[in-house]
């Protein structure tokens, strides 16, 4: 079965149908970049409002989550106090005391609250892993809410036919998988990039926020809601079979038929989205801040994220500064050739160092990514080098005693800003996968908002301040062979 698996891992995916997604936001009439009243400062980011739907609020409507403890508070005290609906879509649940207690809160709102509605999502490979996983955790809830709980399992159509009968676990999960952190509570959503386990409740960094609007919170239910109809559904006795409202399984029938009509599901909840916001875009005069949410799912042939994530990068002037961050280094080709090419922003780049790397002491091959992306980030840098831009892109690595290092995203700081005017938080972590494998979801935030600015540069001065200029150990630490040579053939899989 090993030459199979080599073979099959050695290949690349069948790229999905390329629908023109960002086209279907231009049919719009009167869809003109309109800036953002009462922030001159911020108009070279105006091409923003022609990428994406835009939800202006207040920056006092949000809140920016530092520690994996708040952040594991905050999601209990949330379900606890929810009313009407409660939608988590996370990559998987673990099995520990901690997600044993959040269960047992959901269990408590659902039986005091009769109109709750709960909604999860998880990836299928990943949530039904082992005898005790995600899908076990929470199936007592939907034997016993039958009325008020959708479980749904996302299951990508790239793991079928052969792929899925021989691929064992873990191997079947490098093909693809639901990514996406969100966390939504009546009209409040948190949008991260870390897991519901325990580790991302206790020591592994990441970045959460939390934004207090009702319109957004409608966007993203109703977008997961769209997933779950292409996902699995669980039933009470265990079972997976398809949505209510679906007829293909993503594993049989036609792949192409799957994609193209998944596709469409999310193409034109964005296209409804983007117009009605355009529409009323004018009904916040006090706003401040606007929130653009992107979405990336190249499974199906969504690239939306991606391309907007390109053109901040490309759009970046001379005199201002980016600090970008990933809990695992491995941008895209196109990435670090807009860095290095069209990017004139002065770069800080932090991710975790091996130490802090949740793979460190992992058996078997899993032990070797550390090692693989220090080789990725030496390779860059030589490439910076050898083009003489090494000056305007430096690199860090997170380092905490006991921790490990997730957190994401991007600071953007037009020139003479002293706070950054712009952030990318979520899911991506900017890499193959994230642009090509996997479903990911972040929210470009920009704001002229002061005490947000200044809360998001606390943000990323509480990850920077544990962190080292890391030039000099990424060209020396030495690389194992095996790693060098997998890297060559695995990179688009991690």
């Not at 009167?30 to 994406?52: D, I, Q, R, Y």
């Not at 991260?192 to 325990?198: H, V, W």
């Not at 002491?361 to 992306?373: D, E, F, H, L, Q």
């Not at 929210?443 to 990323?460: G, I, P």
């Amino acid at each position: 079965m090993m030459p199979y698996l080599r073979r099959l891992f050695s290949q690349e995916l069948s790229p999905a149908a390329q629908g023109d997604f960002l086209g279907c936001l231009q049919q719009a009439p009167n869809v003109l970049a309109t800036g953002f009243p009462g922030a001159p400062a911020l108009e070279s980011l105006s091409w923003l409002h022609n990428l994406a739907p835009c939800f202006p609020l207040r920056g006092d409507q949000i809140q920016v989550i530092h520690e994996p403890k708040h952040f594991y508070e905050t999601l209990v005290q949330r379900i606890g106090q929810a009313k009407r609906r409660i939608v988590l879509a996370s990559l998987y649940l673990g099995t520990g005391q901690l997600e044993n207690a959040m269960v047992q809160t959901l269990r408590h709102s659902l039986e005091q609250q009769s109109a709750l509605r709960l909604n999860v999502l998880l990836d299928f490979t990943r949530g039904t892993r082992g005898i005790l996983n995600s899908k076990t955790m929470l199936l007592p809830l939907v034997r016993d809410f039958a009325s008020q709980v959708q479980l749904s399992l996302y299951h990508t159509p790239d793991l079928r036919g052969m792929t899925k009968r021989l691929a064992p676990p873990r191997w079947n999960e490098l093909l693809g998988l639901q990514h996406m952190k969100v966390y939504l509570f009546d009209d409040a959503v948190i949008i991260s990039g870390a897991n519901l386990s325990n580790d991302y409740f206790t020591n592994r960094q990441d970045r959460y926020i939390l934004i207090e609007d009702k319109p957004l919170a409608d966007f993203y239910a109703q977008f997961i809601e769209r997933v779950q109809e292409f996902s699995l559904a669980v039933a009470p006795d265990a079972s997976e079979g398809l949505h209510r409202n679906w007829r293909i399984l993503p594993y049989e029938g036609t792949k192409e038929q799957f994609i193209q009509l998944a596709r469409k599901r999310i193409s034109d909840l964005v296209q409804e989205t983007f117009q009605r916001q355009t529409q009323t875009k004018d009904q916040n005069p006090q706003a401040d801040t606007w929130i653009f949410p992107l979405l990336e799912m190249g499974q199906i042939g969504i690239h939306h994220d991606s391309v907007v994530t390109k053109r901040l990068l490309s759009n970046c002037v001379s005199g201002s500064r980016l600090k970008l961050a990933t809990g695992y280094f491995n941008l895209t080709q196109e990435y670090m050739d807009t860095l290095t090419h069209k990017c004139l922003a002065q770069c800080s780049i932090l991710m975790a160092h091996p130490n802090a790397n949740g793979f460190q002491g992992a058996k078997g091959p899993a032990g070797g990514i550390p090692a693989a992306y220090t080789l990725i980030a030496k390779s860059f840098y030589e490439s910076l080098v050898r083009r003489k831009q090494n000056h305007r892109v430096n690199f860090f690595e997170y380092e905490k005693p006991g921790w490990t290092y997730h957190a994401k995203g991007l600071w953007y700081y037009l020139p003479e800003a002293l706070l950054p005017n712009l952030t990318l938080i979520g899911s991506s972590n900017f890499g193959e996968r994230s642009v090509n494998r996997d479903l990911e979801t972040q929210v470009c935030l920009v704001t002229a908002n002061k005490d947000l600015s200044q809360r998001l540069q606390a943000e990323a001065d509480r990850l920077y301040d544990l962190s080292q200029t890391a030039e000099r150990e990424i060209v020396q630490r030495p690389v194992p062979r095996w790693v060098q040579a997998v890297v060559r053939i695995f990179r688009n899989f991690f």
